[in-house]
């Protein structure tokens, strides 16, 4: 916090009143990715954070944690996995199911895709109740890697003041305008 080019990365999402229902401001990080100045800022923020960190796997939340991603997980040298909602894997999966507001929803990883012992950081756009970055860890932890954190570009209030997750660690680039 403090650094200057957080304040344009807050500026350059949009927010949608009402979207996708009456009452949601809809945080909209397609505005940032247009941005080059602002997208590259994002990335570079996370991955000097991670590079000296010994990750060797980022693990993506869809949809948006896969716009974020990536990226990092070159920069720094680690492999990307996606954690995917139901039915969208080919391959063995193991399944975590969380609370939405109604009803539940689940995420799943590909069984192989992370080794005992890995050092893994969860991405996502976005952090609200956390019931989704729960049960990312919880999916890595069942293999056994070690989430090293949790990081997301905006954190909203629900979670303000909250820097962990199961435990964990989340780090969070800005708050909604
Ligand atoms: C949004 C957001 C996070 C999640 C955060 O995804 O991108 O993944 O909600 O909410 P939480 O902290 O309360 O769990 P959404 O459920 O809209 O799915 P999508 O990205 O596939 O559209």
Known sequence: ?????????????RVVPHFPKQGIM?????TLLLDHKAF????????????DMDISVVAGVEARGFMFGPSIALAIGAKFVPLRKPRKLPGKVISEEYELEY??????M???AVQPGERALVIDDLVATGGTLSAAIKLLE???????????VIGLPEVKG???????PLYILVEPR
């Open 40 to 51: 590259k800022d994002t990335v570079d923020i996370f991955v000097d954070r991670y590079r």
């Open 1 to 13: 916090k403090g650094d200057p080019r957080l304040q344009a990365i807050s500026e350059a999402i």
């Open 110 to 112: 590909h069984v192989g």
């Open 26 to 30: 809809f945080q909209d990080i397609t």
């Open 142 to 152: 069942r293999v056994e890697a070690e989430v090293v954190e949790c990081a997301c």
């Open 162 to 168: 909250q820097c962990r997750l199961n435990g964990k």
């Open 103 to 108: 009803g539940t929803d689940c995420l799943e």
